[in-house]
């Protein structure tokens, strides 16, 4: 019987450039290059600049600086989402075809009213769970919103997908919590039919993170243990797609000394700024690695 090879080891750090790596990133970045042995053939760094409104040039060169500051040397080419847009829209006419995604045109404020009319809502890892308003417009109704100008999303039909793999058990294992089991009822109850593309975002997180990571044969994911729960729709993703499933590690994160974890939108310590200050890389290093960082925040 014909077997698959052993596959290489590869991981992956993927930043989006949305503001400049903070010492949260750093303990993730460090974490991961520990899993790939600081063997730069183990290791890719992939620009995930998929949000035209918020990704800047000077992050992605900061990302550049910062890894090069720290030591840390990757495998080339480096894979920049922006430039590869029709490669995922290939997927979304693919998933189009099979009836696995919908045009969704309400706005986020028709959501929130449909969800507040509802005498119960589930509440999912982001929010509340879409409501599933458009999902039964008929062809006719949603061709006729579109050529209107209307503008929509594409959103993933769960109970179509769920339904095209009837008998099969989707698992993944994550090396510090063991091996997983992605249920409908948990789908349902954690993600629902997520956005897949948005007008100004060609492509989602989601979509674009399972297709790169199958594109570029990565084994093991390594990320914080706030991507835990999305790893279930990316498996779902991997199923339907006929893609690998990677082996996960979802690290613990960093938190402050007040237990809040460092966030770009709570401006958190850049390495920029601790290079500023005339920290070393190595200095930094070993703060993260002994938990050692309140003096950073002085």
């Not at 974490?31 to 035209?52: S, T």
């Not at 099979?98 to 009319?117: A, D, H, V, W």
Request: glycine share 6%; proline share 5%.
């Amino acid at each position: 019987m014909d077997t698959k090879p052993p596959r290489l080891f590869l991981t992956r750090f993927a930043p989006s450039p949305t503001g400049y790596l903070h010492i949260g990133h750093a303990a993730s970045l460090l974490e991961i290059w520990d899993d790939a042995d600081k063997n730069p053939g183990n290791f890719l760094l992939r620009i995930e600049d998929i949000d035209g409104t918020r990704c800047r040039p000077e992050f992605e060169t900061s990302i550049y600086k910062d890894l090069e500051w720290l030591g840390i040397q990757t495998s080339h080419p480096i894979r920049r989402q922006s430039d590869h847009f029709s490669d995922y829209k290939k997927i979304l006419d693919k998933l189009e075809n099979e009836n696995l995604i919908y045009p969704c045109f309400c706005t986020r404020k028709e959501i929130e009213q449909e969800i507040k009319n509802a005498p119960s809502a589930p509440h999912g890892i982001t929010g509340h769970i879409y409501p599933g308003t458009c999902k039964h417009l008929s062809k006719t109704e949603r061709n006729e919103k579109i050529q209107s100008g209307h503008p929509y999303a594409l959103r993933l039909n769960l109970d179509a997908c769920l339904k095209q793999i009837t008998g099969k058990t989707l698992k993944w294992h994550d090396i510090l919590k063991g091996e997983q089991v992605t249920t409908p009822d948990l789908l349902h109850n954690t993600h629902g039919d997520v956005v897949l593309a948005r007008k100004d975002t060609p492509a989602s997180y989601h979509l674009c993170v399972t297709h790169d990571d199958a594109l570029q044969n990565i084994s093991q994911i390594t990320r914080g243990d706030d991507l835990f729960q999305s790893t279930h729709i990316h498996r779902l993703l991997q199923e339907i797609l006929g893609y690998d499933t990677p082996l996960y590690h979802h690290h613990p994160l960093m938190t402050d000394k007040t237990g809040r974890r460092f966030a770009k939108r709570d401006k958190s310590l850049t390495l920029k700024d601790i290079r500023q200050k005339g920290i070393s890389a190595a200095q930094l290093k070993n703060m993260i690695l002994h938990s050692n960082i309140d003096e950073l925040l002085i």
